[in-house]
């Protein structure tokens, strides 16, 4: 059974940073595009950063790029999402996802595996 768990996020102030973490049982994550998304409340759910499978080459939606970066530990069967410089815009539900479809659009129907997620909360 395939499983994915997001952890690392909490509450910081407009400004700080949050590591996000996303393990796996059951699949490689070495060997797909993996995702991160966040939903906000109210909001539908929207592609944050993906990574691509052997090249691990990133893709950051505008609003994140330049203080967002996306990364694999494939010792560890993870992939982190460090967030710096965060805004208030950013709290929301993070999740990942695993897909073997590589689109800028990031359609979460083209992602598996969707976890719990984990809670950013930016204060202003």
């Known amino acids: 059974q395939v499983q994915l768990v997001e952890s690392g996020g909490g509450l910081v102030q407009s400004g700080g940073s949050l590591r996000l973490s996303c393990t796996a049982s059951g699949l490689k994550l070495e060997r797909y595009v993996v995702g991160w998304f966040r939903q906000a409340p109210g909001k539908e759910r929207e592609g944050v950063s993906y990574?691509?499978?052997?090249?691990?080459?990133?893709y950051y939606k505008d609003s994140v790029k330049g203080r967002f970066a996306i990364s694999r530990d494939n010792a560890k069967n993870a992939v982190y999402l460090q967030m710096n410089s965060l805004k208030p815009e950013d709290t929301g539900l993070y999740y990942c996802a695993w897909s073997l479809i590589l689109s800028d659009r990031m359609d979460p129907s083209d992602f598996s595996s969707w976890g719990q997620g984990t809670q950013v909360t930016v204060s202003p």
């Open positions: 990574i691509t499978p052997r090249d691990d080459l990133p």
